[in-house]
Structures are given as structure tokens and as C-alpha cells.
């Protein structure tokens, strides 16, 4: 992987430029603080890229924390999953925290504002305090426990945190503005009752804080400099700053909250719940399908850390939302590929040849590069012979014109081997092509030097003695436009996106894949081992992303 240090400057380094030259600031302290409810999506891992790639230009330091304040949908699952998931971007925190160690703090920061008069505990219930937030148009209606003396809530929040009320029988809020313009600042609720075991502190806690009242909490105490987050989260910054700016140990140095483009790929969708819900309706093998584009999914995919970071870098970091276009992905792992992978024959579809005048049982073991376009991969052998196999879509019974493939009567060129003319086509009872008759010319092959004619197609094969068997699995977008003539349709599953390929044909040297392993298969695209499928004794691959098509029907 390149520099990690190399991030091309953008708004948010301008900002932090500003901040050390004025000296607000002296060390540049970012951090990644997902909530460990669910697997980690591409989008994620934009938002990890820029704190890392922003704390190391700087020389400053990166922090890994979880936000973990509500243990009703958190998992070690998803705490292990998210550390794996980081580690293979690449991005090696300096720091590993919890939300959950500062409960205490946290506490002890709500009950400073009880005492200051900013917070107070609320009897309505969750329907309540909705219906009186109010709207973008009218303002909200103050709780009717809104004025209670600060003696009194110290004493029911005291309570709350003994155990004494059921859950959700009551809420702790900040006072600040039922008629601010901005529904975040109307008495957002900061702490609730939840009876739920922790995956951190166990029951020791009945009471949790809110995200919104927690994080900047969670910031200020691990002394980050810049806190970078979404756009999403900008309506919430000014509750960011009012935590912190009535809490005497930050009125005077806080972090700094900066907010960028949330990544959206058209055509699909990378929310945290809906991901979840396809995993929990059994819509998709798990959090690592290859279809979805969570991390681990696009890792298990065949995607590579280092075309995410260089589609990260490609889209750059914006300071208004917009909607990249799949094909920039595509790119980017293509580019990555193109001198890392093998290049190998392989028929997904295999249609038997047999080179009639070629004598049985004679192999020939060809030389082909291993990468054309990187030298230093070297070269392998491949055998030849007379029962071969080639692409099902290579043959046509009657081509059209500009088709340089196989038909009766055409000439091509097998690669790396010989001119190979298709003389007569095998069918079965239903009329299905099952196999070629052929001949080829022994005094065309390749490196040979041979130029009395010129043939315009040239194809690739695998021997049928030798040929490797393995499962071939093709993957299209997982939800497309229930209308397609239509872009503002809504988005709906795509009974397509999984195409399972068996007994496809390899050439021998595939017998030494590794899990894991990228291979370009020659024509078809990019493929990888697929990570928990393919064994030593049954190879199964996953379709990275296709190649442009050298022809179009």
C-alpha cells in the first residue's frame, strides 16, 4: 500500500492549517468512533480513510473508539468484526477506547448539569416527548416537569441510577430551547433507563447516555483536536458544542467538529438498519456477502484496501453530499489488479473441442505469461492437445457479420498455440451444440514466426485431460430500479444478482490457488478465491469485476 501519509489537501486541512497557525491547536488527534450494532459498509470506510490519512499527514495521532451506549443492539460480534475490518484498510489506530469506560465521567458531567439547572429529569413517555418536540414550522411545548428545583432532580436522577424507576419510566433532558430553529437543542433527551446487560461492564449500569450527549464527551476526554464526521451530523453540532461549553473542564479547550460529504453509490444502499434487515430476513448469506458492499463483503468480494483508498481519494472529501457512479469503484480495483493479478484461461461455459487431426494422447506444454503487462510474474507452462474446451459463447451457428469467433468453416487462432479451423459441430437429441470438429495447422504456431496468412479472432481454451473443475460465482448489483426506464423508481432486490457457475474448466495451474488469491480470468475478468468456500480439493471463485467486452452482439 502507498504513503499512508500521502492525502491530497482539501477544506478540512485548510481548517486545521488555520487552527495551527493560530495556535488553537497544537497536535492534530482524530478518531474513528463506530457503534458496534452492525458490520462496517464502504461508506465507513471513507470516513475511517479521512481521520487516518488526516492524523498521519499531520504527524498527529488516530484513536479507535466504540461508541458503545446501547447495549440493546450491540454485539462482541460486531467489536471484533469492526477491528478486523480497519486493520485490512490498513489503518493502524494508536489508541483503542470505549465509550462504555467513561460511564462514570459521563455520569458524573449529566449530574454537573442537574446541578447547574441545564438538565432535567422528565416523567412523560417516549410518545409524549415526541408529540411535543413540535415541528420545522411550529416551535415545541415545554415538559410539564421542565421546572422542577434542581433538589429534586438530583435526587430522581440519583434514583434512576440506583435502579429505583422501571424502564423508560423516565428520561433525563438538557434544558435548552423547546423554540430553537433547530429540533436537536429542543430539550434532547441525554440519558434513559434500559435494564440490558453490557458487553463491556456487564449490569453494572441500568442507566445509558444518548449518543448525542455522549460523543463529544467521549471526544473532549480523549482530547481530540478535530472531530470529523459526516454531513448528517451537522444539525447536531451545535448540541456537540453546548455539552461541552457547560461542563467546566472544556469550556475553554474542546474539540473542534467538522463535518464532510457522506458517500452514496447510485443504485445502492449502504444504511446500517437496512443491511441489517437483509442479514436478520435471510435475503443474503451474511454481513460478508460478496453482494453487499460492506466491508467485509467487498474484502470477501475480491475487493483490495488499496482501490478503496483510491476511490476514497478519487471522489475526494466534499463539503455537500452527491452520488458516485459504481463504475469509479469498478475502476479503481481494475487499476489495482491489472498488475498484481495472474492472467490465466478459464471456461465458465465449456463447450468440448476436438482437434481431429491432432494425434491422441500427445500433450504439448505451451509458455504464456503469467501478466503481459509485468514481466517480473514470469511465465508458465500450459498443456495442449486434442480434446479441448473453450467458451460456449466463442461458437455461433449462424454469426453474424464482424464475427471473428468460431463457425463452421472459420479460421481463428487458439492462443499461445495454433490456427484452428472449426469444420463440423456435434448436436444431441434437442438439438444442442455438445461438441466442435476441428482441425488445426501445425505450421501456425505461436512464436513460430509463421506469417503467410493473417486470422482475425483469437480465443482462449483449456485442455480437457488437465483442466481443473471449479465454482464460478457471478455477482450484479443487489437492488435495481423496479422500473428502469425510470431513475426515481424505488429500489428493490434483484433476482439476478447471484449467478452460481459449476463445472467450470481451469487450466492446471489453478491447482496451486491459494483462499483469497486474485487471477484475471483471461476475457472474463477479475476473480478471487472466495475466503471461506474454496477448498484445495474444490476451487470456488468470486467475479471481482468484469472486463470490457471485446464484442457486443
Known sequence: MKDE?????????????????????KKIHTRFPPEPNGYLHVGHAKAILINYLTAKKYGGEFNLRFDDTNPVKEDVEYVNSIMEDIKWLGCEWDHLFYASDYFGKMYDYAMELVEKGLAFVDDQTAEEISDT???????????????????????LFEKMKKGDFPDSARVLRAKI??????????????????????????DAWCIYPMYDFAHPIEDAIEGISHSLCSLEFENHRPLYDWVLMNLEDYKVVRPRQIEFAKLFIKDSVLGKRYLKKLVDDGKVEGWDDPRLETISGMRRRGYTPESLRDFTERIGVAKSNSTVDRALLEYCVREDLKLKAKRKMA????????????????VEWLEDDDNMDNEAMGIRKVPFSKHLYVEREDFMEEPPKKYHRLYVGNEVRFRKAYFITCNEMVKDADGHVIELLCTYDPETKSGSGFEERKVKGTIHWVCAEHAVNATVRLYENLVIRADENDENSELVLNPDSLTILENCKLEPSFSETQRGEHIQFLRNGYFVADSKLSTAEHLVFNRVVSLKSSYKL
Not at 501519509?5 to 492549517?17: R, Y
Not at 411550529?138 to 429534586?152: A, D, F, L, W
Open 133 to 155: 418536540r413540535g415541528s420545522l414550522t411550529e416551535p415545541g411545548k415545554e415538559s410539564p416537569y421542565r421546572n422542577r428545583s434542581i433538589e429534586e432532580n438530583v435526587s
Open 347 to 362: 471456461v465458465l461455459d465449456p463447450l468440448k473441442v476436438t482437434i481431429t487431426n491432432y494425434p491422441e494422447g500427445q
Open 177 to 202: 430551547d423547546m423554540s430553537s430553529p433547530n429540533i436537536n437543542m429542543r430539550d434532547p433527551v441525554i440519558y434513559r433507563i434500559a435494564r440490558a446487560t453490557h458487553h463491556n461492564t456487564g
Open 5 to 25: 501519509t500521502i492525502m491530497a489537501s482539501n477544506f478540512i486541512h485548510n481548517i486545521i492549517d488555520a487552527d495551527l497557525e493560530n495556535g488553537n491547536v
